[in-house]
């Protein structure tokens, strides 16, 4: 499963921790030849690099603080990227945050970032832009499909995630880029804080929203973030441009398949 990755270079953003590590680790355990980490928490980076350099050895992964919401400090992510490790294949955007406290920075975290490492991703290994093509893939999660009362504006940046995928992930755009655009969507992850989540909650609706907001995702299935790495490796050998997989309750991965119901 890991034929193509084996000797690539990857972009991991958001990978300093969590979901975001155990996708390193995947990569690499998996014949990954290198792996920038970016990451807006610097202690939590270089806390990976140490990690990653014991296991896997010191020449194998960088970290570069990078708030994904500063156009300036994406770009440069990527041109490091590639004059340290002379290419780049492999970009999963995965940094996120449920704040809907903070919805204008939600937005422009889980939606702007996305989109805007995806170009960039487009624009780094495209065909048509002197690459040699690759793989985007960008994390959403199982909200992207439901609704939930107690995170509107989080739930909706989860929608778009898919959409934007679906689109950008067209026949249409691999012509011209070589470049694969997959989603890869995950369950509630066990090491979420709840109650840190519930201060988070919008204001202006309902008081008790909070409560809420624990209460519906402490119903939801939980995973170990290992369990969305493993799922990853999979996903990039199998998975077809501009698809949709889920993984969730710690159960195999599965492809959604679009349907369109005549009315």
Request: proline fraction near 3%.
């Amino acid at each position: 499963m890991a034929y193509y990755i084996k000797e690539k270079v990857a972009i991991v953003t958001g990978g300093a921790s969590d979901i975001g590590l155990c996708c390193v680790k995947q990569l690499l355990q998996n014949g990954l030849k290198a792996v920038t980490i970016a990451d807006i928490n610097e202690t939590k980076g270089q806390e990976a690099i140490n990690k990653l350099s014991k296991e896997f050895g010191a020449d194998k992964a960088i970290f570069i603080k990078t708030d994904v919401t500063k156009p300036d400090e994406f770009e440069e992510l990527f041109k490091i990227t590639l004059k340290t490790w002379k290419s780049i294949d492999v970009v999963i955007n995965h940094a996120g945050i449920l704040n809907d406290k903070q919805w204008e920075t939600e937005i422009l975290v889980n939606c702007s970032a996305v989109v805007r490492g995806s170009l960039l991703a487009m624009q780094y290994m495209g065909k048509d832009k002197g690459g040699n093509g690759g793989i985007i893939i960008n994390i959403s999660s199982v909200l992207g499909f439901h609704p939930l009362a107690s995170c509107p504006v989080h739930v909706a940046t989860k929608h778009f995630i898919i959409g934007f995928n679906r689109s950008l992930g067209s026949a249409y755009h691999y012509r011209t880029t070589a470049v694969k655009v997959i989603t890869l969507c995950s369950g509630l992850i066990d090491t979420l804080h709840l109650k840190e989540a519930a201060k988070n909650a919008i204001t202006g609706l309902n008081p008790d929203i909070g409560e809420l907001l624990s209460e519906e995702l402490q119903a939801l299935p939980s995973q170990p973030p290992e369990a969305v790495g493993k799922a990853l490796i999979l996903v990039i050998a199998k998975g077809d441009n501009g698809s949709v997989w889920v993984t969730e309750n710690n159960q195999p991965v599965y492809e959604v398949v679009r349907t369109l119901k005549s009315v």
